[in-house]
């Protein structure tokens, strides 16, 4: 309201230089003899408007329409692309934010010299303006340019991705087809379709039960790992901390397809039990939907713990041991030690990397894609007992070109994955007592 | 001052709608625009686009599969035909990208290559968008030689009209391999009992089976018959023999799924009975991957799978008998000596593998046509029409051939390389071969048809009181249900 009531008062008080520079860009700069400065922004508004006048106008009709022309290669006729035109046209509004913040400084800064005139002073010249972005306004030289990659590189492919979810991209509507917005239908399909809505909440309580239970198994293992590792009756702790990040060390893929491997009924493990006299298992097939989650908990806790483990055992070397100390001339044993000291600590220290594990555990893509894809289960559509959110989204997107579909459920992955970590990570103590710890 | 923010905000919402409804601006349109299905028939759209004028001194971009390149026969194709055309400047070089190529999105960018070697599922799923040129097959030397069967993978029908878009070169299709050093030595009374002098297990799945049970008895290592039931490409082909097709309308018409109509069941029977030969391996992927030395040492007697892996049977077989000590050489003459490929056996009417009096049908199998397909993107379509018509001549089929031990799809190169190309040929004629659709919607009946034959073979290692499918009733019922998953996964949302 402040700046409103401000804005409002510039533009009553501003003279008519100033109100200028709301029509020409750098026009009150040039009339305030500040020359350069005012050819630097007339020069952003040409752009803009070549840009416009060349193809801003079309990409941003096309990102209504979405194309009006069917592509025939046959005939030559080149036609319209509707992905293209869709990231064309967000990439034009990005043009126009960026466009309409330069404009509203080069307003800020017309009526800044006036004021600087009014006043008796001098405006500031170009060259002193150069010299502050190297000192005082650092910042903006310094991220300008990454602002922009952002733009281009991350802000522009999650738009896309998010607009893709409000379109009937997928199936046969495909280039050279031309694509339609189709506003919350497939929302409105994924919750309420007999085939989406009993997998996709079948899949979703999965998911989380996974995420909560890997993240947990993870941290706990890694952080009981680093503390045995940790004690003083350990001898050769360098060597016995080698195999766990061996494990580390290797890609996750080879991993877990080396493990769907000795699971495998032709196997080292059911060669075992064959030689043994016993009936091979089928650890990781049709019917194996618990022996193949559990498979999948100790296979990602396999990969997953020894990050944590070198990650506890950096913040364990940081801890006070004279708390420690204190405690046991208390009377605290190991047990109360540990639940009341190192625990509250261990959490304290390292909630960012637990919720960053536990987004990164519940769009878990590889163990079971690797360990037991290609199976469509009865009760399921298009997935298997073990698919999490993230199988099925590729499984749909992918496998079966339901890319509007995959969109809108990527886009329910991220609300549930930002809206529990937000929530975590507000209520932690590392957020709200972030200097306590010393 | 509310006033002048009404009319503001109503002058932008016009503007806004008049934008929407200026149409896409930045299309060329340099033809017709969309086609009504009566629009143009299909020769007029070849002649339009092949108008016989060879473009001169330009360069062709030629996608091969990597196998052709790495055995030289490539490199021998494009030499010669650039020696051929060198007059008109035309060259051919590699296209040098994947050959899991992207054209759709490529081509329209000027990525992709002009020519392009593929199987006919892939090309036609280019076909459907209309990446790949129609082309004038009549006007081509080997439209005779290569059967209807082989050009029907190719056809397609694009706004109303039939359309061939590729060009077919070789037939790939499942065949039997077995050891013919393994064979028991009363082979000749024992398994003979036509007297024709070729194995009874070799052209009856009934006598595989029995073999198969008989070799497990004698000794608990070894097997028979071996294979992986998971492979929808191998399995399927028991449904087809018994019924079973995959779309309907020349699989043209993915609203119906075929893979539980005729009498498909006893297919699914077949492959249960033969499991129950086997060991659990047969559920995943194991046998698959271990065929080759598991055949080489011995385990098993026989498999199926394609004539392009014979080579790699062949080099685990010579190692093996190098390391009985024989020499390089004669180890090399051993292996071929010893491993048979041949054609599927024969199935019993009944399904009832255990029936000897039953009356006897072809197997039939999935397959694929290879072939060569014409960019719609490249800028040189009589240049490319040209090189197809010399690639796809008897000298240069019978090349490939010889180099690649490829089935051709001609006839008469077929008749020249031996009796496997032949015998591949043959079944394409008499319709034992279904050809792989060529519709897009066919890459979704993969996975629901390996979850029905992975249940299926799994449920031959369950205890009898968790068994699903106990009857042909219940394998009926199994195959509706996949036929249904795979309705479902093609149409719930188009």
């Known amino acids: ?438 | 001052m509310k006033r002048k923010w009404l009319s503001l905000m109503l002058a932008l919402a016009m503007v806004t709608s008049l934008l929407s409804g200026c149409g896409g601006g930045n299309s060329e349109s340099g033809g017709t625009g969309e086609q009504s299905p009566d629009a143009a028939p299909s020769s007029t759209v070849q002649n339009t686009i092949f108008n016989g004028e060879l473009e001169q001194n330009i360069t062709i971009r030629v996608l091969e599969n990597d196998t052709v390149i790495a055995k030289g026969y490539f490199a021998e194709l494009i030499d010669a035909f650039n020696e051929a055309y060198a007059d008109y400047g035309i060259v051919a070089v590699d296209a040098n990208m994947d050959q899991y190529l992207d054209l759709a999105n490529d081509g329209p960018y000027g990525y992709g290559p002009d020519v392009l070697y593929q199987a006919n599922d892939i090309i036609m799923q280019y076909a459907e968008g209309k990446h790949v040129y129609p082309l004038p097959i009549e006007q081509l030397e080997c439209y005779d030689q290569i059967p209807q069967s082989a050009w029907d993978a190719y056809a397609a029908t694009i706004e109303g009209t039939e359309y061939y878009c590729g060009v077919p070169v070789n037939i790939q299709a499942p065949m039997l391999y077995y050891r013919k050093d393994l064979l028991p030595e009363n082979w000749e009374s024992e398994w003979d009992q036509d007297g024709d002098g070729v194995p009874d297990m070799t052209q009856r799945w009934s006598d595989l089976l029995a073999f198969s049970q008989a070799r497990h008895e004698g000794d608990k290592n070894l097997y028979g018959y071996m294979k992986s039931l998971d492979d929808v490409y191998f399995s399927s082909g028991f449904l087809f023999s018994y019924g079973a097709y995959i779309f309907g309308n020349n699989n043209r018409d993915t609203e119906d799924i075929g893979f539980a109509a005729g009498e498909a069941e006893k297919g699914a029977w077949v492959l249960s009975q033969l499991a129950s030969a086997m060991n659990e391996d047969c559920i995943d992927s194991t046998i698959t991957t271990n065929a080759y030395s598991r055949m080489a040492d011995g385990t098993y007697f026989a498999t199926i799978t394609t004539p392009d892996v014979y080579s790699t049977f062949i080099d685990e077989l010579t190692k093996t008998y190098m390391g009985e000590g024989l020499d390089q050489a004669a180890a090399e003459e051993k292996a071929v000596e010893n491993l048979v490929m041949t054609g599927l056996p024969k199935l019993p009417e009944s399904g009832d593998l255990s029936d000897e009096s039953a009356g006897l049908i072809d197997s039939k199998a999935m397959g694929g046509i290879n072939g060569y397909a014409i960019s719609a993107y490249t800028q040189y379509p009589n240049a490319c029409l040209a090189f197809v018509e010399f690639a796809t001549g008897y000298d240069m089929i019978m090349k490939r051939s010889e180099m690649l031990g490829i089935a051709p799809a001609r006839a008469d190169a077929a008749q020249a390389a031996g009796e496997t190309s032949q015998q591949l040929f043959d079944r394409l004629e008499q319709g034992n071969i279904i050809i792989m659709p060529s519709v897009k919607a066919v890459g979704q009946i993969w996975t629901p048809g390996q979850t029905f034959f992975i249940d299926l073979a799994k449920d031959v290692f369950r205890p009898e009181s968790e068994k699903k499918y106990t009857d042909l009733s219940a394998m009926k019922q199994g195959l509706e249900e996949m036929s249904q998953q795979i309705y479902d996964a093609i149409h719930t949302l188009n």
């Open chain 1, 1 to 438: 309201m402040e700046k409103w009531n401000g804005f409002c008062e510039a533009a009553k008080n501003s003279s008519w230089k100033v109100k200028l520079s709301a029509v020409v860009m750098g026009g009150g700069q040039l009339l305030y003899g500040c020359w350069q400065k005012g050819l630097v922004y007339l020069l952003v508004e040409l752009s803009v408007l070549y840009y416009f006048i060349t193809r801003g106008i079309s990409d941003l009709v096309g990102f209504f329409t979405l194309g009006t022309q069917k592509a025939d290669p046959w005939t030559g006729t080149a036609g319209d692309n509707s992905v293209v035109m869709l990231l064309m046209g967000i990439f034009a509004w990005i043009v126009i934010a960026v466009f309409l913040c330069i404009y509203v400084s080069n307003l800020k800064d017309a009526y800044a010299i006036e004021r600087r005139v009014k006043a008796g002073e001098q405006p500031i010249s170009f060259k002193a303006e150069l010299a502050q972005l190297l000192d005082r306004k650092f910042y903006i030289t310094a991220l300008a340019l990454p602002v922009l990659g952002v733009c281009v590189f991350h802000i522009l492919p999650i738009v896309f991705m998010i607009l893709i979810a409000f379109t009937n991209y997928g199936g046969s509507i495909v280039p050279p087809e031309l694509v339609d917005w189709v506003g919350f239908q497939n929302f409105a399909q994924l919750t309420t379709l007999s085939r989406f809505a009993p997998t996709f909440f079948r899949i979703l309580g999965w998911n989380v039960v996974w995420a909560v239970l890997s993240t947990g198994l993870n941290y706990f293992a890694g952080l009981g790992l680093a503390l045995l590792l940790n004690k003083d009756c350990v001898r050769g702790k360098a060597f016995w901390r080698l195999f766990p990040i061996l494990a580390y060390a290797i890609p996750g893929f080879i991993t877990l397809l080396g493990f769907k491997f000795m699971f495998s009924y032709g196997g080292p493990i059911n060669q075992i039990i064959r030689d043994l006299g016993g009936t091979a298992i089928g650890f990781l097939d049709l019917d194996a939907k618990w022996s193949a989650r559990l498979i999948g908990l100790f296979v990602n806790c396999w990969i997953s713990v020894p990050s944590i483990m070198l990650l506890a055992t950096g913040h364990l070397s940081n801890r006070d041991m004279t708390i420690y100390e204190s405690a046991r001339i208390d009377g605290a044993n190991r047990w109360h030690q540990f639940k009341s000291l190192t625990l509250p600590y261990m959490i304290f220290t390292t909630t960012p990397v637990i919720l960053s594990q536990f987004v990164g555990n519940f769009n878990n893509f590889g163990i079971f894609y690797f360990l037991r894809g290609g199976l469509y289960m009865d009760n399921y559509f298009l997935a298997s007992d073990t698919d999490l959110l993230i199988n099925w989204l590729y499984n749909l997107s992918i496998d079966n070109n339901y890319y509007s579909i995959g969109a809108a459920i990527s886009l329910v992955i991220f609300l549930i994955t930002s809206t529990i970590s937000l929530a975590v990570y507000v209520r932690s103590a590392a957020f709200r007592e972030e200097d306590t710890f010393q």
